[in-house]
């Protein structure tokens, strides 16, 4: 939010903080140490949902009751709290979120001390970090990370293995054709999408989420809905911690969080980040899988599949049955629940005519019970084929871009035609470093991540 200019941009209010995965909010952030003295507390409740303490904050004679939030390593003896919330004027009512820290400013450079206490009540935080958590998944599959150490004296399949599946009483390779159930498309006619997406590049600044939301008319749905899991982005960061607790040989710990019967505030309560933990960011969205299994249920083929390799939707044909969010893997699909461009409840940046002019008319504003997702901005694909065909030339790698590849700064995400051998997304391909997410589930995706390698002896 800045020093509060930015308090009136819906989109910035609903992006998540990178760190804590929580978005409509300012809040102390304080050391896992001093909120345990202090008789501070977070905790989940069954759906997933994290509510915290409150605490009486005293700065130079000023006091404010301010929600607290618990961040690993955060220096004992230190708290946050971000400027720019709690503003009432020139704010739509909905808008007026947080606490105004600038209570406590006048020369920072003055404060001598600052006393934190507990008070009494629980607030409700707007987080994400449990949102779409699969229970007892294999999340070696999920972000790959190693030490450089290891990268370079070590064979790729130690750091890097490739997801095996049982064929006849051996042991192969998932990508194999030979376990596939389908048939493969001829992809060697045209153009094959793929986004390439590095994780030692990427920062977690959020550009990219800003950027398609801007681009593909994704909705602002506020704090209340995302609390109940309804964010309607199409593109999120996952935000991970390095823990020393490992389950392996611990099954009362495996049990615990086997099941479906397991809720997620169970799940969120054996998180357990390490005093000081590394932090990796991954970028997600829908896959765009070869061999989709969203596609294989909808009962009035509203998901189909493209030659270019993007997973389409006809938003139409959708009925809203959500069997496609229930088999995707990725969990990257959303709802829309209501009417979020003509409800009132909802009106934060285009219920009106003048909001209206945010949207762009290349991409369909979508209705009240259907299910949307990532196009892989299949607008930005065809408009530059088709200003290619116009001016008579050849498409140049770069040229295809998808708003959250024109929008990151750090050069993490690669989109481009792997059918051009020479592009860059190609090569990126053949990397050592590259994987899919849950590759053993065999989707085949579009989208690859390369290999996080940290400059540790240790991963």
Known sequence: MGDGQQANNPWLQEFPDPITRTSWDNYLTVSKADAEALGLMNKHVANGALNGSYANVTVNGV?????VLIQPGQAKGSVGLSFGYGKTKGLKEEMQTGVNAF????NFNTVQNVTVEAAAGEHEFASVQLHNTLMGGRGGDIIKETSLEIFNTKDKQEWNPMAMVSLNHKETPVTDPSVDLWDEFDRSIGHHFNLSIDLNSCTGCGACVIACHAEN?????GKSEVR????????????YYSSEESFDGDNEKKENISGLGSSLSEFGEMEHASENPQV???PIMCQHCNHAPCETVCPVAATSHGRQGQNHMA???CVGT???ANNCPYKVRRFNWFLYNGNDEFDYHMNDDLGRMVLNPDVVVRSRGVMEKCSMCIQMTQKTILDAKRDGRVIKDGEFQTACSAACSSGAMVFGDINDKESQVAKLKEDNRMYHLLEHVGTKPNVQYQTKVR???EA
């Not at 109940?228 to 935000?239: E, N, P």
Request: hydrophobic share 35%; net charge positive.
């Open 455 to 457: 400059n540790t002896t």
């Open 315 to 317: 938003y139409n044909r």
């Open 217 to 221: 008319n994704v909705p602002v749905v």
């Open 322 to 324: 959500r069997y496609c």
């Open 103 to 106: 209570a406590f400013y006048h």
């Open 228 to 239: 109940r899991s309804r964010d309607m982005h199409w593109l999120r960061i996952d935000r």
């Open 63 to 67: 006091s404010l009751t301010i929600p």
């Open 280 to 282: 990796a960011f991954q």
